[in-house]
């Protein structure tokens, strides 16, 4: 004899789980449709990157908010940025203690506190700068930098420029020569300074 095969065809039974009717008891095929994501991976991409190229061309025009966002990047972090903070290492403790009761110290600070206060960050922090302290993401950031005004923004550009401006570095000879920084105005001598010469007085003579 023949045998003839009906495809798509399902049971009376069948055609009611199926619709929602089953019982779903025991002995019921479940029968799953596979989801998919209603973007491919290569079309995400594609769409990324047009958005990209599409807002940075766009940015290029607003300087602006390019220095908002600048800014937001520099504090919060992101995958794109490395920045590091210059952390003021002394090699001795009175080397510490001189430097962290200076005048000059001090008048950062105090600025540094009231940038803090204003992005409504702890004023106890110890920098503005840095994702380790627990930084709000880009977005938060960015758009309570974008309520500020042009000079406040400009304060904070130039605490966190100072919070990452490498000690010893060309860069601190350029900006001072720039700004013209007269040391005599933030530094007089002090014990540790002495002390450092004594001992390097000590050591050539063999003492």
């Given at each position: 004899?023949?045998?003839?095969?009906h495809?798509?065809?399902?049971?009376?039974?069948?055609?009611?789980?199926?619709?929602?009717g089953?019982?779903?008891?025991e002995?019921d095929?479940?029968?799953?449709?596979?989801?998919r994501?209603?973007?491919?991976?290569?079309?995400?991409?594609y769409i990324?990157?047009?958005?990209?190229?599409?807002v940075?061309?766009?940015?290029?025009n607003?300087?602006?908010?390019?220095l908002r966002?600048?800014?937001?990047?520099v504090i919060?972090?992101?995958?794109?940025?490395r920045?590091?903070?210059?952390?003021q290492?002394?090699?001795?403790?009175?080397?510490?203690?001189?430097l962290?009761?200076s005048?000059?110290?001090?008048?950062?600070?105090?600025?540094r506190?009231?940038v803090l206060?204003?992005?409504?960050?702890?004023?106890?922090?110890?920098?503005?700068t840095?994702r380790?302290?627990h930084?709000p993401?880009?977005?938060p950031?960015?758009a309570?930098?974008?309520?500020?005004?042009?000079?406040v923004?400009?304060?904070i550009?130039?605490?966190?420029?100072?919070?990452?401006?490498?000690a010893?570095?060309?860069?601190?000879?350029?900006?001072?020569?720039?700004?013209?920084?007269d040391?005599?105005?933030h530094w007089?001598?002090?014990?540790?300074f002495?002390?450092q010469?004594?001992?390097?007085?000590?050591?050539?003579?063999?003492l």
């Amino acid at each position: 004899g023949e045998v003839t095969f009906h495809e798509g065809f399902v049971t009376t039974k069948e055609a009611k789980r199926l619709s929602g009717g089953g019982s779903g008891g025991e002995g019921d095929t479940v029968i799953a449709k596979a989801v998919r994501p209603e973007v491919s991976g290569p079309l995400n991409a594609y769409i990324d990157l047009h958005r990209h190229a599409a807002v940075r061309a766009d940015l290029a025009n607003h300087g602006g908010v390019a220095l908002r966002a600048m800014l937001a990047h520099v504090i919060a972090g992101a995958d794109l940025w490395r920045v590091d903070i210059e952390s003021q290492r002394a090699p001795k403790e009175d080397i510490a203690e001189s430097l962290e009761t200076s005048s000059a110290e001090a008048a950062f600070d105090l600025k540094r506190r009231a940038v803090l206060a204003v992005l409504g960050f702890n004023e106890e922090a110890p920098t503005v700068t840095g994702r380790p302290l627990h930084r709000p993401p880009f977005a938060p950031l960015f758009a309570r930098l974008l309520e500020l005004p042009g000079p406040v923004v400009l304060e904070i550009v130039a605490i966190v420029m100072g919070e990452t401006l490498q000690a010893g570095s060309e860069a601190v000879e350029m900006i001072g020569l720039q700004l013209g920084t007269d040391m005599r105005q933030h530094w007089s001598a002090d014990a540790a300074f002495f002390d450092q010469i004594d001992q390097r007085r000590g050591g050539s003579l063999g003492l």
